[in-house]
């Protein structure tokens, strides 16, 4: 895998470790994988002897800590594949079951993780100055702290809890002003890429062959309704701690898969495309219908970027790939509310196909839980103006069920009701902000660029839309801003490269013909 991941105009220079004298670093990152690999399938066999995750925590937190201070670049580059697992981990392991909120300490690996490498970022140097993106996101994260002492939120517990959800993951995006080189990011996107493939597999298998028994005993103990489709079906999840998640990462995973078709180098364009659409046909199959919308809108938004188009028809392109996914759909289904093709026996891919085309079709429709969704956002946005200041950190979140006294999870699915009701009017108009300048940074470095990185970064923007502060959706939203964050890095160092190139050249003295008569000039040395 890290041989594919070359760099392609690489305009920012190169963050790595220096390696001791007498070790390459390629030798030396062989061997912390090695390490990595060795503690971490120690610890995992400690805890299936012990029946705790306790021995599995304290080994593994040791250890992401020291990896951060020695090698911060390794330690992001594994982070997808522990924030993948991590929902696996805690089923399969004895006492795992549960894999909501709780005092699970498996839960603080990834915080942890992010907290050492944010201490590391900060205690370096490196970092490019502040831009415009970066000054509202720092503003986001000053509210973030301000609402942990929220009384509505019901306790100072609820918003230390809800922090883990809200500013935690956001760590992520100064981590990645500083760590994001080009080499780092397409080691990251293959990672994704992969790990979005072998998850795509255990999810089909899940819903096409059984679930394992880890997997039943959590879907019988802590399952929840919008797991059950009807007639017997249970929506698959596959390594992630939700169905939700599990959509999210898929979204981001074919949008990964699609940007890297269009490096130099990559896998064998038949595999590729192979693997592309095994990630496809999971997506389709897990029945999420707003990840296909916004993939689609994302596959539309990549394919004008790279076109260079401007950012008007590049919306419009994203909102056409929309509306030619429901008309092909609405072919597929006979026009109808279903699939005709497929009514019949009460098989899993019948119930599967006619749930997913009967959203596709009738977005707003009886069958959709769209309009639901909607209702939830605005009346989240309007709250804002009835309690200006929020209800805090946790309210929005798991942590709010955990650990509230007076209160319950009152989270709308999208960002804008979201920040509304846990910021109130000043959260939003941030939200607001970041929106219209992650966007336009996303939009800025494709066009500047002009190769798959850039597109790389607009596509995880949009694959995640309107999800970006959801931090239930542990694999996805660090994910986000990590990308995010190494995108404004580059492009500030693109504007530093263009500001200096332009401040160095000497403009070429302007050339005129001696008149007859007029001595000669000397050369000025």
């Known amino acids: 895998?890290?041989?594919?991941?070359?760099?392609?105009?690489?305009?920012?220079?190169?963050?790595?470790?220096?390696?001791?004298?007498?070790?390459?670093?390629?030798?030396?990152?062989?061997?912390s994988w090695l390490i990595v690999l060795v503690a971490s399938v120690g610890s995992l066999a400690i805890a299936l002897v012990a029946g705790t995750h306790i021995v599995f925590s304290l080994i593994t937190i040791p250890l992401v800590i020291s990896l951060a201070w020695s090698s911060p670049e390794l330690l992001i580059t594994i982070m997808p594949v522990w924030m993948v697992l991590m929902g696996f981990v805690r089923r399969f392991t004895p006492g795992g079951g549960n894999v909501t909120f709780s005092g699970d300490p498996v839960l603080i690996v990834g915080p942890v993780a992010l907290i050492v490498l944010m201490?590391?970022?900060?205690?370096?140097?490196?970092?490019?100055?502040?831009?415009?993106?970066?000054?509202?996101?720092?503003?986001?994260?000053?509210?973030?702290?301000?609402?942990?002492?929220?009384?509505?939120?019901?306790?100072?517990?609820?918003?230390?809890?809800?922090?883990?959800?809200?500013?935690?993951?956001?760590?992520?995006?100064?981590?990645?002003?500083?760590?994001?080189?080009?080499?780092?990011?397409?080691?990251?996107?293959?990672?994704?890429?992969?790990?979005?493939?072998m998850t795509a597999l255990y999810g089909l298998y899940q819903q096409f062959v059984e679930f394992p028994s880890w997997d039943l005993t959590w879907i019988e103990s802590k399952g929840y309704?919008?797991?059950?489709?009807?007639?017997?079906?249970?929506?698959?999840?596959?390594?992630?701690?939700s169905a939700q998640e599990y959509a999210a990462f898929l979204s981001v995973g074919l949008i990964v898969w699609a940007v890297l078709a269009a490096?130099?180098?990559?896998?064998?364009?038949?595999?590729?495309?192979?693997?592309?659409?095994?990630?496809?046909?999971?997506?389709?199959?897990?029945?999420?219908?707003?990840?296909?919308?916004?993939?689609?809108?994302?596959?539309?938004?990549?394919?004008?970027?790279?076109?260079?188009?401007?950012?008007?028809?590049?919306?419009?392109?994203?909102?056409?790939?929309?509306?030619?996914?429901?008309?092909?759909?609405?072919?597929?289904?006979?026009?109808?509310?279903?699939?005709?093709?497929?009514?019949?026996?009460?098989?899993?891919?019948a119930v599967l196909v006619n749930h997913q085309l009967s959203g596709i079709t009738d977005p707003t429709g009886s069958n959709s839980s769209l309009p639901g969704h909607i209702k939830a956002t605005r009346v989240g946005m309007f709250s804002a103006f009835k309690n200006p200041f929020g209800h805090g950190s946790g309210s929005t979140n798991l942590a709010s069920s955990r650990f509230s006294t007076t209160s319950k999870t009152v989270g709308t699915e999208f960002d804008p009701g979201n920040m509304a009701i846990a910021f109130g009017i000043f959260g939003l108009i941030v939200y607001f902000l970041m929106l219209w300048r992650i966007t336009a940074m996303g939009y800025r470095?494709?066009?500047?660029?002009?190769?798959?990185?850039?597109?790389?970064?607009?596509?995880?923007?949009?694959?995640?839309?309107?999800?970006?502060?959801?931090?239930?959706?542990?694999?996805?939203?660090?994910?986000?801003?990590?990308?995010?964050?190494?995108?404004?890095?580059?492009?500030?160092?693109?504007?530093?490269?263009?500001?200096?190139?332009?401040?160095?050249?000497?403009?070429?003295?302007?050339?005129?013909?001696?008149?007859?008569?007029?001595?000669r000039r000397m050369a000025r040395l």
């Open 1 to 31: 895998m890290g041989t594919l991941c070359q760099n392609e105009h690489v305009t920012a220079p190169s963050s790595t470790s220096v390696a001791p004298r007498g070790m390459s670093s390629s030798s030396r990152g062989g061997r």
């Open 119 to 197: 201490l590391v970022t900060v205690n370096g140097k490196g970092s490019p100055p502040l831009s415009k993106l970066a000054r509202v996101v720092l503003a986001f994260n000053i509210i973030a702290i301000l609402e942990v002492a929220n009384p509505k939120q019901g306790g100072l517990m609820a918003g230390i809890g809800g922090l883990l959800f809200v500013f935690v993951p956001t760590l992520a995006f100064w981590v990645g002003r500083r760590y994001g080189t080009v080499d780092v990011l397409w080691r990251v996107a293959w990672n994704v890429a992969i790990l979005s493939l």
């Open 225 to 241: 309704t919008a797991l059950n489709l009807g007639s017997g079906i249970v929506r698959a999840f596959s390594t992630f701690s």
């Open 263 to 349: 490096k130099s180098v990559r896998m064998p364009l038949p595999l590729h495309l192979a693997a592309m659409s095994v990630v496809a046909v999971a997506l389709f199959y897990e029945s999420q219908r707003t990840s296909i919308f916004i993939s689609a809108l994302a596959l539309g938004v990549v394919s004008a970027a790279r076109m260079r188009m401007r950012p008007v028809t590049v919306a419009l392109f994203g909102v056409t790939a929309v509306v030619t996914l429901v008309v092909f759909a609405g072919a597929i289904s006979g026009g109808g509310g279903g699939s005709a093709a497929l009514q019949g026996p009460d098989s899993t891919a």
């Open 445 to 519: 470095l494709a066009i500047v660029r002009r190769d798959p990185l850039g597109l790389l970064v607009l596509g995880v923007i949009i694959a995640t839309l309107l999800q970006w502060t959801n931090g239930n959706l542990y694999s996805v939203c660090w994910l986000f801003w990590f990308v995010v964050g190494a995108g404004d890095g580059l492009m500030s160092s693109q504007e530093a490269d263009t500001v200096l190139t332009s401040r160095s050249a000497v403009p070429a003295t302007s050339f005129s013909w001696r008149k007859p008569g007029e001595p």
